[in-house]
């Protein structure tokens, strides 16, 4: 292990970067946030923290959680005029190592970690320890990882299986549904369940029930229907919310069901945790289990909401440290080798 060194983990949006110092057992401190349009580039906010917290003398490992594909060595950022090359990042930084990831990976290495006060659990059996893990996150998109555990090194590690689950059809299962995706199929080609499960898709699922009813205005901004259904002051907006869960439900189900996920299906995001008693109540839940002939699969696996406050820098401190031990069992095994 390198002697002087220090662990950052940062989490950045197309708003604010998060970004702060972690430890070996999994905790962080210094967490600090930067509005990112305030900087020129990303490279000027990470040297702006390094100098602060004075650490430019230090070996730094590094783990960036990105709302962005990361695959390549150009990061390009969807909500930002933000690119560069990981690799020259890494020099200009003068970085030890740098790992970049999608900002659902690190939600999904998240939770593992998380603790009760972190998590609402809402129906469903305990979860099955090892087994695989599911979470699906509502916001600006719909967001889609999955987290299996695998021996790494001859020791077990949690794995991030990421795609664009967000993006498969939209499948409507009773009248109403069917009506909300003839009035999206109006607008798109391909209606994925993202049109409906996201901030833009409470407004959609709004729109397509307005859309035969004069008296109601035919938009509204999400927080706007999400407050007047709380508030029962208008019965469009209300149907529009318990839509949004149904259907929330069912696509978490079909999760369940993909993966065998019986660790346990989290929804991760900022909606929900906006109207969590409303959210148990909801039908979210009885969508989640009706499955024909799987209904007693699902029964037995729990589901939660994430309500954690960073979940993105949890997520990414856990993967840097495990990438750290694996890293280190390695070079001990090299030394074995060599010492033969």
């Known amino acids: 292990m390198l002697e002087n060194l220090v662990n950052i983990v940062a989490d950045i949006g197309g708003t604010n970067l998060r970004i702060g110092i972690a430890q070996q057992d999994g905790s962080y401190h210094a967490l600090t946030v930067y509005q990112c349009a305030k900087y020129a580039s990303l490279a000027q906010v990470i040297s702006d923290f390094i100098e602060k917290?004075?650490?430019?003398?230090?070996?730094?490992?590094?783990?960036?959680?990105?709302?962005?594909?990361?695959?390549?060595?150009?990061?390009?950022?969807?909500?930002?005029?933000?690119?560069?090359?990981?690799?020259?990042l890494k020099a200009t930084l003068g970085l030890n190592k740098l790992l970049l990831i999608n900002d659902f990976t690190a939600i999904a290495h998240a939770i593992p970690m998380l603790s009760?006060?972190?998590?609402?659990?809402?129906?469903?059996?305990?979860?099955?320890?090892?087994?695989?893990?599911?979470?699906?996150?509502?916001?600006?998109?719909?967001?889609?990882?999955?987290?299996?555990?695998?021996?790494?090194?001859?020791?077990?590690?949690?794995?991030?299986?990421?795609?664009?689950?967000?993006?498969?059809?939209?499948?409507?299962?009773?009248?109403q549904e069917m009506e909300i995706l003839a009035y999206l199929q109006t607008k798109y080609q391909h209606v994925s369940y993202?049109?409906?499960?996201?901030?833009?898709?409470?407004?959609?699922?709004?729109?397509?029930?307005?859309?035969?009813?004069?008296?109601?205005?035919?938009?509204?901004?999400?927080?706007?229907?999400?407050?007047?259904?709380?508030?029962?002051?208008?019965?469009?907006?209300?149907?529009?919310l318990a839509q949004f869960c149904k259907t929330?439900?069912?696509f978490a189900g079909n999760l369940a069901l993909t993966l065998g996920s019986f660790g346990g299906v989290y929804i991760a995001g900022g909606i929900v945790p906006r109207f969590i008693e409303y959210f148990k109540e909801s039908d979210f839940r009885l969508r989640f289990e009706e499955k024909g002939r799987m209904t007693g699969l699902?029964?037995?696996?729990?589901?939660?909401?994430?309500?954690?406050s960073q979940p993105g820098i949890l997520g990414a401190t856990a993967y840097l440290m495990q990438d750290n031990l694996q890293h280190e069992l390695q070079d001990d095994i090299q030394e074995k080798k060599e010492a033969l």
């Open 53 to 88: 917290e004075q650490l430019a003398e230090k070996a730094i490992n590094a783990c960036f959680a990105i709302a962005c594909p990361v695959e390549n060595d150009l990061v390009v950022m969807t909500n930002l005029p933000w690119q560069f090359s990981k690799t020259e």
């Open 116 to 175: 009760d006060d972190q998590k609402v659990k809402i129906g469903g059996g305990e979860p099955v320890v090892d087994k695989p893990i599911s979470v699906c996150g509502p916001g600006t998109g719909l967001g889609v990882a999955n987290l299996i555990r695998q021996k790494v090194q001859q020791e077990d590690a949690w794995v991030s299986l990421s795609g664009e689950g967000g993006h498969v059809d939209f499948a409507p299962v009773d009248a």
């Open 194 to 240: 993202e049109q409906l499960l996201s901030g833009l898709g409470i407004e959609q699922i709004y729109q397509a029930l307005a859309s035969n009813n004069s008296s109601v205005a035919s938009e509204l901004p999400a927080q706007d229907i999400t407050a007047r259904a709380l508030a029962n002051q208008c019965e469009v907006c209300a149907l529009a």
């Open 248 to 250: 929330l439900g069912s």
């Open 298 to 308: 699902n029964q037995n696996i729990p589901t939660y909401v994430i309500t954690a």
